[in-house]
């Protein structure tokens, strides 16, 4: 929440409504081990991974509804660990990345193989045949028909991917907004196990460029068994009022 009072008082020209997801916590138990097969995953996933999965698909899950719920338009949806690197601009014209890390469409091939993307200001279409996007801490949905659509698909199948995966998979967004918006804080994410402040050098930026400050200490924030925290913000022009004093929404 202090976070969100940091970015309304920035924006509060263009944040009409804040809304707080709470994070969603797994706990396994004998009666609930079959929710493991719900994750389509490599064979060595441990067990605490998995289900900290399972609760981050569960958390959007929940941000999507509320969009559904509200009716709104112009919808972010922000990770706990989304943090802010560029000007907020207004409400892009259609769903896209505001933050992420562009890879080969093959992950086998993240870091032998170069990208080559010619980018502008503002929304870029996504190649998927040279590129995508992953990682979720920053997504922009225009409508909320798109999210009561996308809601339907984490439901639907019998089986999901880690949730950046499967958006990818299913090519979900079809466009980027560069240069990205929001950045992964640095921290030891204990969701995917990856090291310190990892992601947030793979995500400034969407990896395309480094950022030139010094290295600082990392912050460590618990993750585990559990999908982080939401902030769906819905973004208008016209608006310039809280609703409530615990929901994001842009215009």
Same mark, same amino acid.
């Given at each position: ?35 493991? !097969? ?32 509200? &009716? ?18 207004? #409400? #892009? ?10 890879? #080969? ?12 993307? *010619? ?29 009561? &659509? ?10 999901? !991917? #880690? ?5 990818? &998979? ?44 010094? *290295? ?36």
């Amino acid at each position: 929440m202090e976070k969100s009072r940091i970015l309304y008082d920035k924006y509060k020209s263009k944040i009409c409504h804040i809304q707080w997801v709470p994070a969603e916590y797994l706990t396994l138990t004998q009666c609930n081990r079959p929710m493991l !097969k719900k994750l389509n995953t490599l064979y060595n996933t441990k067990k605490r991974s998995i289900i900290a999965k399972l609760g981050c698909i569960a958390a959007h899950r929940k941000a999507l509804l509320a969009i559904f719920s509200n &009716q709104t338009h112009n919808n972010l949806i922000l990770e706990e660990d989304a943090g802010l690197m560029n000007t907020l601009p207004l #409400p #892009p014209g259609k769903s896209c990345y505001m933050g992420g890390w562009i890879i #080969p469409p093959m992950i086998s091939q993240t870091g032998k193989v170069k990208i080559d993307i *010619k980018t502008h200001r503002g929304v870029n279409k996504i190649n998927y045949e040279k590129f995508k996007i992953i990682t979720t801490h920053a997504l922009f949905i225009k409508g909320h028909d798109e999210a009561t &659509q996308l809601l339907n698909m984490t439901i639907e199948p019998e089986k999901l !991917k #880690p949730y950046d995966i499967f958006l990818a &998979q299913e090519k979900t967004f079809n466009y980027f907004y560069y240069p990205s918006i929001f950045v992964q804080e640095k921290h030891i994410s204990e969701i995917d196990d990856k090291g310190a402040d990892a992601n947030y050098y793979r995500t400034y930026n969407y990896g395309l460029t480094k950022p030139t400050e010094k *290295k600082g200490k990392s912050k460590r924030t618990r993750r585990r068994r559990r999908g982080g925290s939401k902030t769906t913000v819905s973004v208008s022009k016209r608006c310039k009022k809280i609703l409530t004093k615990r929901s994001f929404v842009f215009d």
